[in-house]
């Protein structure tokens, strides 16, 4: 069935650095989705992407999706102690699901200051 | 606006007792409902999912069920619980029309059985 991975699995980073984490899907994808999850928290929607090659920006935050919809990457510039946390990506594939995007397992990211 | 609750936040159970674990949205109408257990530092796995009132989906066999008796209630449950069964119990919603809306997730219950 589809699997969607993603790496780092951990990443510690000092304040001020970049950070990037990848995810792959074993399969053609319909869309991507990306969420974080503060410590302690829930997981929170940040973005979809639905083109081949699409690129948006939240702030500090740049997302991509792949030209062959297979994967994607969310980069942070200048990282904050806020940014930490476990981000997840979430892909959709219509042809196996029509009501459910699979997780990957997520990358933990810590900032020290 | 839409807001999803959860219930219980935390609870501690012995092992061998029944669970039963709610979870309300507010604001939508027929959305598509999700249950995950997330262990310790890992990530999210779907245990169910609803189209519709009535209608569930079960992704992994296990000793938990869940049903939907109302548009927009959503309950996980056990008979008898396992030591396995702890973790992180995450309810969400989305859109329905199944075309991979994001999902809004609630806050949670925190369940280890003892």
């Known amino acids: 069935g589809q699997q969607v991975m993603q790496i780092p699995q951990y990443q510690h980073v000092q304040e001020g650095e970049d950070f990037t984490t990848y995810c792959n899907s074993s399969t053609t994808l319909s869309n991507i989705q990306w969420y974080k999850q503060r410590p302690g928290g829930h997981p929170v929607f940040l973005i979809q992407?639905?083109?081949?090659?699409e690129v948006k920006k939240q702030k500090r935050l740049t997302f991509q999706f792949g030209e062959a919809k297979k994967n994607s990457s969310l980069h942070i510039t200048a990282t904050q102690t806020t940014d930490v946390g476990t981000y997840f990506c979430?892909?959709?594939?219509?042809?196996?699901?029509?009501?459910?995007?699979?997780f990957g397992p997520g990358t933990s990211l810590s900032v020290i200051p | 606006s839409q807001t999803i609750h959860q219930w219980p936040a935390t609870l501690v159970q012995p092992v061998g007792s029944p669970l039963s674990l709610e979870c309300t949205v507010e604001?939508?109408?027929?959305?598509?409902l999700y249950w995950y257990r997330q262990a310790a530092g890992r990530g999210l796995q779907l245990l169910f999912y609803s189209v519709g009132i009535g209608q569930i989906s079960s992704e992994v066999p296990q000793n938990l069920s869940a049903s939907r008796p109302q548009d927009r209630q959503f309950i996980l449950s056990s008979k008898k619980l396992l030591l396995s069964d702890s973790g992180f119990y995450l309810c969400?919603?989305?859109?329905?029309?199944?075309?991979?809306?994001?999902?809004?997730f609630g806050p949670g219950t925190r369940l280890t059985v003892t």
């Open positions: 604001g939508t109408s027929n959305p598509n």
């Open positions: 979430a892909g959709l594939d219509l042809k196996t699901s029509y009501d459910k995007v699979i």
């Open positions: 969400a919603w989305s859109l329905s029309a199944g075309f991979g809306y994001e999902q809004y």
């Open positions: 992407l639905v083109k081949s090659g």
